[in-house]
């Protein structure tokens, strides 16, 4: 079984939808949880990231953690063409100081 | 332009043949991490190196290794290179070495034919 687990889509939504996208892992040490986007062709760039439980919000995107069920979850309002690309969760283990990749979600927004 | 700089950006070579991959880091960026994807295994954690010292270690198999010199800027070399080391090699910086707010470079293609 995989430390992180995401489902890889892709998923395909309408310009202006509200995306969803979810990951979940097993290792209790993480406590950071980032997610990154990376366009095709090109490296992962960090979005935003969260301490521990609780939500975090900006501008668009909203990243939510519930330690207690080890979800991860990345919220897009109001999604644009430019949203389209892989989203990546990447919970940070502090003990072994290394990001652990989820597969990615490939998000396609249609205009 | 995250600032991380990766050389070569694409480099086809041979099986049992070596290869060196070089990044420099963003100004200021004391760590530098290696990152390998592939299409069946993603995004795995190879090695870390902050001020010249490695400080973690990942998946790295061992015909590769990597350093950091004194100017900061790493390399990661490849030895005895086998189909399936095929990937996307990325470096990544970190003004932090303790929060996982890595800087990528925009990856080393590495096809072994």
């Known amino acids: 079984q995989k430390e992180v687990e995401q489902d890889p889509g892709p998923l395909s939504v309408p310009e202006g939808a509200i995306v969803s996208l979810n990951c979940t892992y097993s290792?209790?040490?993480?406590?950071?949880f980032m997610w990154y986007r990376q366009y095709s062709r090109k490296g992962p760039e960090l979005l935003m990231y969260t301490y521990s439980s609780g939500n975090k919000e900006d501008g668009r995107f909203t990243a939510q953690v519930d330690k207690s069920s080890k979800y991860i979850s990345l919220f897009i309002r109001d999604s644009q063409p430019s949203d389209s690309a892989t989203y990546l969760c990447?919970?940070?283990?502090?003990?072994?100081?290394?990001?652990?990749f989820g597969s990615g979600t490939r998000l396609q927004v249609q205009p | 332009d995250s600032g991380v700089t990766q050389t070569p950006k694409h480099l086809i070579t041979a099986t049992g043949q070596r290869v060196t991959l070089r990044c420099s880091p963003r100004?200021?960026?004391?760590?530098v991490y290696w990152y390998q994807q592939s299409l069946d295994q993603g995004l795995q954690f190879l090695i870390q190196?902050?001020?010249?010292?490695?400080?973690a270690k990942g998946n790295i198999l061992e015909r590769f290794s990597a350093q950091q010199f004194p100017d900061l800027h790493s390399e990661l070399n490849l030895s005895s290179l086998e189909l399936g080391d095929s990937a996307l090699y990325f470096c990544?910086?970190?003004?932090?070495?303790?929060?996982?707010?890595?800087?990528f470079g925009e990856g080393s293609r590495l096809t072994v034919l």
């Open positions: 290792n209790s040490a993480f406590q950071y």
């Open positions: 990544a910086s970190s003004p932090s070495p303790g929060t996982g707010e890595l800087f």
């Open positions: 990447a919970p940070w283990d502090t003990g072994r100081r290394a990001l652990t």
């Open positions: 100004s200021g960026d004391l760590s």
């Open positions: 190196y902050y001020n010249g010292e490695e400080r």
